[in-house]
């Protein structure tokens, strides 16, 4: 049992690159959320998705893409990265009823 | 005003203290509470629920002010390892999916 998996752990960046982060979980859960995390600013939903299927936004979803493309997956697109996109990404999924969300490692992302 | 707010701290207090953080919040339809833990560079874990007659784990209580729009968290006897950010979470009714969070406050336990 994994929980939840994220990858890449690190990635850099050139602005204007593209990108796909990936996330999985095992815990059979029906809503995964992506946020991001920068000092002092704490954490941002950026998409989520309440079930397979489905996908809505978050705080800050401007410059990102999301596909849930099965129940255990949900992954975030960077189209063309901005320097404003450097952050650490973290994936989550949610234990419905006690509303515990269990996350993933993160990937801390730079873009130059 | 931000829905969820926080005193980011930082917290210092020598080992085997006592601290307590307040966490307070803008909904009052707000329905369910939380307190994370998220160590340097980790993800965020779940610490405990916060119940309306408040609860306790332990070193940790957790207690919840409805009428005042609050909830506290208490350590008692700080250790070393309880060095961390404290995260408050807020569900509020009618999007139970959409956890708000606080900012976090940091706290730093010393020899």
């Known amino acids: 049992n994994a929980g939840v998996t994220q990858t890449p752990k690190f990635q850099v960046l050139k602005t204007g690159q593209s990108m796909t982060l990936q996330c999985a979980q095992d815990?059979?859960?029906?809503?995964m959320y992506w946020y991001r995390q920068d000092p002092g600013m704490g954490l941002r939903l950026i998409y989520y998705s309440a079930s397979e299927g489905t996908t809505d936004k978050g705080e800050v979803p401007n410059g990102y893409n999301v596909s849930r493309l099965n129940k255990r997956e949900f992954s975030l697109r960077l189209e063309s990265a901005a320097p404003s996109q450097t952050s650490v990404y973290f994936c989550?999924?949610?234990?419905?009823?006690?509303?515990?969300?269990?996350f993933g490692p993160g990937t801390r992302l730079t873009v130059t | 005003r931000k829905e969820v707010e926080q005193d980011p701290g930082p917290f210092n207090v020598p080992e085997g203290a006592t601290v307590a953080f307040n966490c307070t919040y803008s909904n009052s339809a707000s329905q369910s509470f939380f307190w994370y833990r998220q160590d340097c560079r980790k993800e965020p874990k779940l610490l405990m629920s916060?119940?309306?007659?408040?609860n306790e784990d332990g070193r940790f209580t957790a207690q919840l002010n409805r009428a005042s729009q609050y909830i506290s968290l208490l350590i008692r006897d700080s250790k070393l390892s309880d060095s961390a950010t404290y995260l408050c979470?807020?569900?509020?009714?009618?999007?139970?999916?959409?956890?708000?969070w606080g900012l976090g406050t940091s706290l730093a336990v010393n020899p």
């Open positions: 916060v119940y309306s007659s408040g």
């Open positions: 979470v807020v569900v509020n009714a009618g999007n139970n999916r959409k956890l708000i």
């Open positions: 989550a999924s949610l234990r419905e009823g006690q509303y515990e969300q269990y």
């Open positions: 815990m059979n859960h029906n809503s």
